[in-house]
């Protein structure tokens, strides 16, 4: 049974940064391209980064370009995303799934929050 597994996030004050990580069980990564996604409140979930599988290209959504650095570990089946600079509008769950066509599950996903 494959399984996505976020974690990391926090109460963190504007300007600070957070590592989120994503383990994923089963062959979810295997030869995938991984992307982390967050869900504002209201808010329809939005893909924010994207990996390749060797890790050699990535995509940025605009809003969180320069700020967020995302990773992955293929031997640890893991994703990373390095949050930088934190802002307010940045709080949301956060998930992990394959980039721009995920699969028909989701994990629980990892909060993050950001007090001005």
């Known amino acids: 049974q494959v399984q996505l597994v976020e974690s990391g996030g926090g109460l963190v004050q504007a300007g600070g940064s957070l590592r989120l990580s994503c383990a994923a069980s089963?062959?979810?990564?295997?030869?995938?391209?991984i992307g982390w996604y967050r869900q504002a409140p209201g808010k329809e979930r939005e893909q924010v980064a994207a990996i390749s599988y060797h890790g050699l290209s990535t995509d940025y959504a605009v809003s969180v370009r320069g700020r967020f650095t995302i990773s992955r570990d293929n031997d640890k089946n893991t994703v990373y995303l390095q949050i930088n600079n934190l802002k307010p509008e940045d709080t949301a769950t956060y998930y992990c799934?394959?980039?721009?066509?995920?699969?028909?599950?989701w994990g629980q996903g990892t909060q993050v929050t950001v007090s001005s």
């Open positions: 089963g062959s979810a990564f295997s030869g995938n391209v």
């Open positions: 799934n394959r980039a721009y066509s995920p699969l028909g599950f």
